[in-house]
């Protein structure tokens, strides 16, 4: 009797592994910034692939500091670039520490990483590829004490 159940329960666990394996990102990616100094002429870029305009998205950026970081905040510029080949380009401020001097990004070893919000339960307009484009928008150029920038987008 053993034996008989052994094989449907195998399947039944096989398909429902395949149907809660959903992609949990439709990407997650980080590039690094060179010598730990991000030009504002240096943009790093990401392209990824939307499959349902019905679809809500997170769309997060991530930001890799060491704590020689001069700044609690970062100002950066977004280019969203879509499958019609039209830009939205926006300012958005990230803060990266608290009143109290703190980081707000989590430690590992010598790095912080912040993750914030660029778009929160987002509906792209279209199917298709996008691009999203990342420039610092601060003063000081290059921007010392930047490791790495990525974008992590998340199907809701």
Known sequence: MKLKRTPLLLGLLCIGIGYSCDQPFVINENKPIGNKAWLNTSLPSFQFHIADKNKRYDVLMDVR???????????????????????YTF?????????DGKWIGKSSGS??????????????????TYTIA?????????????????????PK
């Not at 704590?67 to 950066?76: I, R």
């Not at 601060?138 to 920038?149: A, G, Q, R, S």
């Open 134 to 154: 990342i420039e610092q928008h601060m003063k000081e150029n290059p921007l010392k004490e930047i490791t790495d920038v990525g974008l992590t987008v998340v």
């Open 91 to 99: 300012r958005k401020e990230i803060k990266m520490a608290r009143a």
């Open 111 to 128: 790095l912080y990483n912040n993750q914030s919000v660029i778009h929160k339960d987002y509906l792209f307009p279209d199917t298709g």
């Open 65 to 87: 500091h060491t704590p020689e970081y001069a700044y609690s905040n970062l100002f950066v510029l977004i280019y969203q670039l879509g499958p019609d080949k039209k830009q």
